[in-house]
């Protein structure tokens, strides 16, 4: 369940009709696709007069801090369009997504709203032909502005075919795909098969991967790929084995 709003010139807000329950709150200044998260939203189950609307009133106090990052080419440091997230990084080795924004080349994108702590930046590319680009520990001060560069590489799509013992097509298969230092890699919000098994996943690195292959009712597939070596133009078959095999 989504609903959105936007601010008046006092940077008040309503969202009618939410039910009882427990949203989160993202906020967004310029693009839809451009968003900051800012916490939950918690709707209680009943305010006011029974049979009556139910009416409660939140004040969101934004984060000041912020970070301008930009996308850069890594053989010439020119800019280059690109996708940037931002997680931030949990003492317990996990991440909390915050803000994603596109780098328009020289401009790059300005994600603001942020709170202080550690976060890892990814850039991803715009264009065929080049890879993503991590980097951890990325500090940000209290009430502070930061400065990040994100060089993408050489890189490749991988395209898939999903199959099961029978040749036909598996949709909704979920492909995983892990570097050798056990980073998880995702380039696209949902990394699953079309209805004729097929995915292209594009902006990887020219290196090996694993890549694991489930879905409901089959057996997993999971392989090493070395992407530097793979024949380019040619897809990868991937034949799910049946839930029972071995």
């Given amino acids: 369940e989504m609903h959105s709003t936007t601010t008046d010139r006092e940077g008040r807000w309503e ?83 915050m803000a994603r924004g596109f780098a328009r080349a020289a401009a790059g994108v300005r994600l603001d709203g942020l709170p202080s702590g550690s976060y890892r930046g990814s850039a991803y590319p715009m264009q065929e032909g080049r890879s993503y680009e991590v980097r951890s520990g990325v500090w940000l001060a209290p009430d502070g502005a930061l400065e990040v560069e994100l060089a993408l590489g050489p890189g490749r799509a991988l395209d898939l075919v999903v199959t099961d013992a029978q040749g036909a097509p598996v949709r909704a298969a979920r492909v995983d795909l892990v570097e050798p230092g056990g980073f998880d890699v995702q380039v696209l919000e949902v990394q699953e098969t079309a209805a004729d098994g097929r995915l292209h996943l594009p902006g990887l690195r020219l290196e090996p991967l694993v890549v694991r292959v489930s879905a409901p009712g089959h057996g997993a597939w999971e392989r090493k790929l070395d992407l530097g070596a793979l024949p380019t133009g040619e897809p990868v078959t991937v034949v799910l084995p049946a839930a029972t095999d071995r």
């Fill in 15 to 97: 969202i009618p009709g939410l039910r009882a329950g427990t949203y989160e709150f993202y906020m967004s200044g310029r693009t839809p696709m451009e968003v900051t998260y800012q916490g939950t939203l918690e709707v209680p189950a009943a305010t006011g007069a029974a049979g009556g609307p139910r009416v409660f009133e939140r004040d969101l106090v934004v984060a000041a801090g912020r970070v301008d990052a930009r996308v850069l080419a890594a053989e010439s440091g020119e800019p280059i369009e690109g996708f940037v997230m931002l997680e931030l990084e949990r003492p317990d080795g996990s991440t909390r997504f």
